[in-house]
C-alpha cells in the first residue's frame, strides 16, 4: 500500500499544508519573484509618468488649430481650417526619421480605411526647405508611392504652434478644429486606431 502511495505522488508538486513550512529554495523564488513583480509596477509607473510628462510638452486639448498655408505634394495650398467637418490626424514627420519611416505605412493603411469614416490624414513634412520637395519626391517614389496624396510641408510656425521638438509627434484635431489628442513618438498599429477611434467618437 506504501509503495502504490509513493507511486501515485511521484512527480508531482509537493503540496505544502496549513502549519507546514515552505522548502528554503522556495521561500527564495517567493522573495525573487516579489521583487520582479514590485520591479515590473514601479517601471509601469514611470512609463506611465513619462508618457505624461511628454504629452504635458505637447499642445494641450481644446487648442485651435492654427490657420496657417501649408504646401501640398502637388504645389496646391492646404490650411487645417480647411478640413472643418472632418477629424485630422496629423503627423509631423521628416523623411531622415527612422521612426517616421516605421510608423508611415500604418497611417497611411489606416488613413485609407477611416477616410469613409469622416478621418483626414495629414502627413506634415519638417524636411528642411527649401529642399523639402525633393527629399519627400524621392522618398515617395523610391518608397512610399501612396504618402502622395497625404504630404504637407509644414512651416517653422505650423511646427511652434503644435510645439514640435522631436519627431514623429501625431495629433488628432475634432470636427472644429480643436486639438483632441497627442503624442510624441512612434505608435503599433493597435495604438493608432484605438486614438482613431476615440477620435471620431468624440
Partial sequence: MTEQRNADTEG?????????????ERQGWSKVLL????????AGLGYLGVQEALR?????????????????YDGKKLSLSDLRGKV???DFWA???????????????LAKEYE???????????DEMPDAPLFVEEFIISRMPDLAPYVVYAPDEMAAAFQVTA??????????????????????EAALRAR???ALGQ
Fill in 88 to 90: 485630422v490626424m496629423l
Fill in 56 to 72: 504635458g510638452r505637447l499642445a494641450s486639448d481644446g487648442m485651435s488649430a492654427p490657420s496657417v498655408s501649408m504646401q501640398t
Fill in 196 to 198: 482613431i477611434e476615440r
Fill in 35 to 42: 521583487v520582479v513583480t514590485a520591479l515590473l509596477g514601479l
Fill in 95 to 109: 523623411t531622415w526619421c527612422p521612426p517616421c519611416q516605421a510608423e508611415m505605412p500604418h497611417l497611411i493603411k
Fill in 167 to 188: 519627431l514623429p509627434t501625431l495629433y488628432f484635431l475634432d470636427r472644429e478644429g480643436r486639438v483632441v489628442d497627442a503624442q510624441r513618438g512612434a505608435l503599433s
Fill in 12 to 24: 508531482r508538486p509537493e503540496q505544502v499544508g496549513e502549519g507546514s513550512t515552505p522548502a528554503p
Fill in 116 to 126: 469613409p469614416k469622416g478621418l483626414v490624414f495629414v502627413a506634415a513634412s519638417r
